[in-house]
């Protein structure tokens, strides 16, 4: 939490204020508290003690030293020691004089359980008690009209006094005391609730306390809206120093449930998130999806049906379409060159479109790969480019027989 140490030792304050407070109707002067809680710690350590070891025949002072050497030191201690004796915390096991072992006095023993309940809560326990003590006896039937007439009026000054309590904090007192009151009012609403199963039952059995049942339940909603309030200031101090570590759960859930969009969404203005990510890589994806993937069910198929074997020779009908392909990509060459030896196809391509100038180029140049055609392609390096073109850029290309096989057909059309 942001400023930890300032509020450890707010709570630490808030709680000895509660101390003198619950001690102030039987103190004899106002030191009667001690300033010093480390000497609570140490009580609590020496009830502790008492209590884990199931010493029945009493404990040592050295005993009672060790346990509570993780506090303070051995003077510390026997200054406490002292001081315990003579308020009678401590107490001799007998009466003699020459006793050297010692045992918890147990009206002690349930001021430290007190004193824990008022730290914990802030002393709202004993309301809670209160509360819980008087709907189990109305439900029981036990309780007599004047006890009813008692508890309502002790609930009803409690809420009271409570209310006005934290209305001081939220408008007169700084962030520090409420953030060390925080944690004392998360029973609100369950305190609410009690109040009106109690208001239910005094109406139903007690008719001549409806009065004072209601008086109750309207302090009790005063309380509830006090609490409120409380709880807003801080979620607003808490969105001014971006420091939401000043809420405990409860709280969230409160503001969750009667905060409005717009004071939720007020929180969080001036924050900057960063973009969604993907928290998982496609690798890993792909391997999920390659590790569940149902397996694929065999397929089942029909046996094929035998073709009939073909007539003739497949050797002499693949030699006979293979004599047709060469002489198709003969013929579409010789147009291209005529009666000359060579001819430059690149102006040509560059005025067709480009699917006819591609069957072209193939033509040219798978026929060089031919032994049987007497042609070769002639490659320039010249690049023509032209955006208004058909085809927009060509390489030089061009197509010449050889000499040989120019002879050899030229020769064979004369003696035809």
């Known amino acids: 939490m942001r400023f930890e140490h300032d509020d450890v030792i707010a709570v630490r304050e808030a709680f000895h204020r509660r101390l003198k407070a619950?001690?102030?109707p039987v103190a004899g002067d106002r030191g009667a508290v001690t300033e010093d809680l480390d000497q609570l710690e140490v009580a609590r350590a020496i009830h502790a003690a008492f209590g884990d070891h199931e010493a029945y025949g009493g404990l040592t002072r050295a005993e009672l030293a060790q346990a509570c050497a993780h506090i303070c030191g051995r003077s510390q201690f026997d200054r406490y020691f002292e001081?315990?004796?003579?308020?009678?915390?401590?107490?001799?096991?007998?009466?003699?004089?020459?006793?050297?072992?010692?045992?918890?006095?147990?009206?002690?023993?349930?001021?430290?359980?007190?004193?824990?309940?008022?730290?914990?809560?802030g002393g709202l326990q004993e309301l809670v008690t209160l509360l819980d003590a008087t709907y189990r006896e109305l439900e029981r039937g036990s309780a007599t009209s004047r006890e009813v007439a008692e508890a309502l009026v002790q609930a009803r000054r409690e809420f009271t006094i409570r209310s006005g309590h934290l209305r001081r904090l939220v408008r007169h007192r700084p962030l520090e005391e409420l953030i060390a009151e925080q944690r004392h009012h998360g029973d609100a609403k369950r305190l609410?609730?009690?109040a009106e199963r109690i208001v239910e039952r005094v109406n139903r059995d007690f008719g001549e306390h409806r009065r004072a049942a209601?008086?109750?339940?309207?302090?009790?909603?005063?309380?509830?809206?006090?609490?409120?309030?409380?709880?807003?200031?801080?979620?607003?101090?808490?969105?001014?120093?971006?420091?939401?570590?000043?809420?405990d759960a409860e709280a969230y859930l409160t503001a969750a449930i009667t905060g409005s969009p717009?004071?939720?969404?007020?929180?969080?203005?001036g924050?900057?998130?960063?973009?969604?990510?993907?928290?998982?890589?496609?690798?890993?994806?792909?391997r999920t999806i390659e590790t569940h993937q149902p397996r694929p069910r065999p397929r089942q198929r029909r046996p094929r049906r035998e073709d009939p074997l073909p007539e003739g020779d497949p050797v002499e009908e693949a030699a006979e379409r293979l004599r047709d392909y060469q002489a198709s990509r003969r013929a579409a060459i010789e147009a291209h060159i005529g009666p000359a030896d060579a001819v430059d196809l690149t102006d040509r391509l560059r005025g067709t479109p480009w699917r006819q100038a591609a069957r072209v180029i193939a033509d040219v140049l798978v026929s060089a790969t031919d032994p049987d055609l007497p042609f070769e392609p002639v490659l320039g390096d010249r690049l023509h480019v032209a955006a208004d073109a058909p085809t927009t850029y060509v390489s030089e290309l061009g197509v010449r027989t050889t000499e040989s096989d120019r002879a050899t057909t030229t020769q064979g059309d004369r003696d035809g």
């Open 83 to 121: 001081l315990f004796c003579k308020m009678d915390l401590i107490e001799p096991f007998t009466q003699r004089d020459y006793e050297w072992r010692y045992v918890l006095n147990p009206a002690s023993s349930a001021a430290l359980l007190v004193f824990r309940r008022l730290e914990a809560s």
């Open 262 to 269: 717009e004071a939720l969404a007020a929180v969080f203005e």
């Open 271 to 286: 924050i900057v998130f960063d973009p969604p990510r993907l928290h998982l890589s496609p690798h890993e994806i792909l």
């Open 192 to 194: 609410f609730t009690q």
């Open 22 to 24: 619950f001690a102030a």
């Open 214 to 247: 209601e008086r109750m339940a309207e302090a009790a909603l005063q309380y509830v809206n006090a609490v409120q309030e409380y709880m807003a200031r801080l979620l607003d101090q808490a969105a001014q120093r971006r420091d939401f570590t000043l809420l």
